[in-house]
């Protein structure tokens, strides 16, 4: 008899410290775990990670334990279907959005707006701020992973973009990706 195996997708985050990725790491791979894919960050003193996992469905409840009593990370977990999203992905387009802007709050709500009217999905989005060369502006930056159906008209999405402000896109670059 087979055993079935669960994907499962835990988001961790506690105060930033050296160990913690061991931690989590350890505690997988003690239950037949297997790290598929993650992302983390250190976000204003705190750790922040995603990961994607695959562990036998015997050692679900056991890892969820171990993950719950691991000292100064909060975990939760869902169970996830692995298929659903290369489904979800079939015949769309990949395309990959850059943007510098003058930050200002609503920025992130506005931009997100736009994608959500052309029916354009965030699989990834990373945003950070700086200043702006030889000025003591605040830049926003956001570079983001998107698909989109192959009906996108990429020119309405740039110009729609461009529309939010005058002075809120410095930058937008827009491009196809092939991604797997």
Known sequence: MGSSTISLVLTAIGDDRPGL???LA???SQHQGNWLESSMSHLSGKFAGIV????PEV??????ATLAGLPGLRITSEASDPGASAAAGTGNRRLKLSLVGHDRIGIVREVSQVLA???INVEALTTHTASAPMSAAILFHATAELTALSS???RALTADLEFLSNDLMVDITLDETIRT
Do not use: G, N, P
């Open 26 to 28: 350890t505690a997988i």
């Open 152 to 154: 996108l008209d990429a």
């Open 21 to 23: 990725v061991e931690q």
């Open 52 to 55: 994607c996992v695959s562990v």
């Open 59 to 64: 050692q679900l409840e056991a890892l969820k």
């Open 117 to 119: 009217r052309h029916a």
